[in-house]
């Protein structure tokens, strides 16, 4: 299966590279290929697609006095359990850091610690002229896409001057600007005032973070690309008012790309209210503290995001996995919200997630490919090397199991004991427990190797490598 199609083939792979994708029962020299190869994987009756791509992942990120749960060691691997065969995280300057350092920093992380190919986009924490010089130099490095924060004052956060600055770097360099689109400083007060009123259940993190305020960055940061010429991707876009400024945006003819991630597909501000554990009572919503938050379903976003998958004014579905322990990191925020570490955990999930959207028919398995693994590629400018199965590409399959079936979660026993750990990722719960997805992950490659086969993991640690990135495809 491709982003343009499907056909039944045969993938003939040699070493870490893809050969040929022949029609089944081809000859090769005469001689039948299947006789004339080591070793044969029988994918009859299941789909044969590219590794998935999650261009947006956040191991060991610092955050909120504590610090993402996954590390690139067991984050990586995890990702390759649920078919993802490359990720793209984020290399974090904070305020006062050279760039340089904060990159050497993330390579001296995932260095030899990874289960699968990685990239990094470089977060930009600090406007200066040094950081703008040393911005303007990434490509060589092959880093080729940063991302700033309108949210998040004191932390993150770039005002609107330091954002400008930025995107003119952008321009001139063709690197991908990616913003995460929230009004940081009116947030901040709304959270304020909802604590003061005694309002703190993680519920009310959601309340804060308002629709209006997504819709406004997102408008800010498109006039601000539009006035520099900057392309401009908006990361884990969650409001149906958000979507409509990029489509707008890309009506308008300019380089607006965003993604979404399967959370604000799936879940909801009202599941959120409504969850409750005998450990955590309300607190257990903790779970899916994120931002963007999770959206009212009552208001329609779910619908918009899904809609916007088929339209193409969404282009590509990441996690934005940044992983946080119920125990010790959530609960932070036990009396505040505010101190709930932001995040969740979906990089296993994603490709399961995005295929039960073409169970239930909101996408074609075609988009599927495109959304999860093609589009990335290109976006991010891997294209060729990754996100399609072609001669010369690196033989990152996935054997996908249309009649299989995944439990997402944790269960446990009539006892209340866990019986065993059903995902890989280092959570000590499960955000996406109880989703039951109709397929399966059968065998993973990467470059060649299989590393993962019948839910045996036969992969090792860094066997993943640093993916030097081109520039965006998408530009015009
Ligand atoms: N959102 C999250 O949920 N976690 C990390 C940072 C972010 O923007
Ligand atoms: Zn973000
Ligand atoms: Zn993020």
Known sequence: VSSTGRAPADVLIDGEVIKAVLSPGSTLFGTDVAASVDTVIDATGKYVIPGGIDAHTHMELPFGGTAAIDTFETGTRAAAWGGTTAIIDFAVQTFGERIEDSLAAWHG?????CAIDYGFHQIVGDVTPDSLKAMAKLPDEGITSFKMFMAYPGVFYSDDAQILKAMQVSRDTGLMTMMHAE??????????????????????????????????????????????GAPLYIVHVSAKQAVEQIAGARDRGQNVFAETCPQYLYLSLEEQLGAQSEQYGHFEGAKWVCSTPLRSREEGHQDAMWQSLRTNDVQMVSTDHCPFCMKDQKELGLADFRKIPNGMGTVEHRMDLMYQGVVTGEITLERWVELTSTTPARMFGIYGRKGVIQPGADADIVVYDPNGHTSIGMPVDENGKPTGKKHHMNMDHAAWEGFEIDGHVDTVLSRGKVIVDNDQYLGSKGDGRFMKRGLTQYLT
Do not use: C, F
């Not at 604590?195 to 804060?208: C, F, I, L, R, S």
């Open 109 to 113: 992380k995932a260095s030899g610690n």
């Open 183 to 228: 009004n940081g400083p009116v947030i901040d007060v709304l959270a304020e005032q909802l604590v003061e009123q005694g309002k703190t259940d993680p519920y009310y993190h959601g309340v804060a973070r308002a629709w209006e305020m997504e819709e406004e960055a997102t408008h800010r940061a498109i006039m601000l690309a539009k006035l520099t």
